[in-house]
C-alpha cells in the first residue's frame, strides 16, 4: 500500500497535486482542511468547535485532528493507499500517525515536500481568496497561517528526513513538471 504525505504551507499547491496523485495512483485523499470544512458546514458539534479554532487562526489540537483522520482511514478498508495532505502539522501529530498506521499494519512511504516562497504563497492566497472566499485565506488569517508553518510545523521535516522518507520538491512552476517531479520520487515505492 502506498501510503504519502503532501506538505507544504499553504498556498503550496499541496490540493492541486494531491488530485493529480490521486488519479494516478487511486489514492483515497484525507485532507484536514476538507474534514474540517464538511464537520463546520454540517454544523457539527466538533465542527463549530473547529470553526472558531480556525476563524482564529490557530490549529486544531492534536486530538481533535487525529480522531477525525483515524475515523476517515476506516472508512475505507479496501483502499490501495492513502495521501494525507496538510496533516501532519506538529512532531506529536507525526509520531501518532505512525503509531496509527502502525497499527492497523501500514507505514507511510513517502513524505513530499512542496518548497515554495513566502512571496509565491502570498500571491497565490491572493488569488484564490478572491476566487472562492474562504475565510482561512483573509489577510490577517494568512499571514498567521503562514508563519505558523515556517515557525513551527515546518519541524516535522526533520522527523521524516531521519527516518529516510523525506524528499522535497520546487513547488514553483508549471503544475505538470511539478507533478512530473513527484511521480519521479513516487514510483519507485510503488510494487
Do not use: C
Not at 470553526?51 to 482511514?73: F, K, W, Y
Not at 498567521?144 to 522527523?159: A, G, Q
Amino acid at each position: 500500500m502506498l501510503n504519502l504525505v503532501i506538505f507544504g504551507p499553504p498556498g503550496a499547491g499541496k490540493g492541486t497535486q494531491s488530485e493529480k496523485l490521486i488519479k494516478k495512483y487511486n489514492l483515497v485523499h484525507i485532507s484536514t482542511g476538507d474534514l474540517f470544512r464538511a464537520h463546520i458546514g454540517n454544523q457539527t458539534d466538533l465542527g463549530k468547535k473547529v470553526n472558531e479554532i480556525i476563524a482564529s487562526g490557530n490549529l486544531v489540537p492534536d486530538e481533535i485532528t487525529i480522531a477525525m483522520l483515524r475515523e476517515e482511514v476506516q472508512k475505507h478498508p479496501n483502499g490501495s493507499g492513502f495521501i494525507f495532505d496538510g496533516f501532519p502539522r506538529t512532531v506529536a501529530q507525526a509520531e501518532a500517525l505512525d503509531s496509527f498506521m502502525n497499527e492497523i499494519g501500514e507505514q507511510i512511504s513517502i513524505v513530499v515536500a512542496l518548497d515554495v516562497t513566502e512571496e509565491e504563497l502570498t500571491q497565490r492566497i491572493a488569488l484564490r481568496q478572491k476566487k472562492t472566499g474562504r475565510a482561512d485565506d483573509a489577510a490577517d488569517k494568512l499571514k498567521k497561517r503562514i508563519e505558523e508553518y515556517f515557525s513551527k510545523t515546518i519541524h516535522v521535516l526533520p522527523y521524516y528526513e531521519k527516518q529516510d522518507k523525506l524528499s522535497k520538491i520546487n513547488g514553483i512552476g508549471d503544475i505538470d513538471v511539478i507533478f512530473s517531479d513527484l511521480v519521479k520520487v513516487i514510483d519507485p515505492l510503488v510494487k
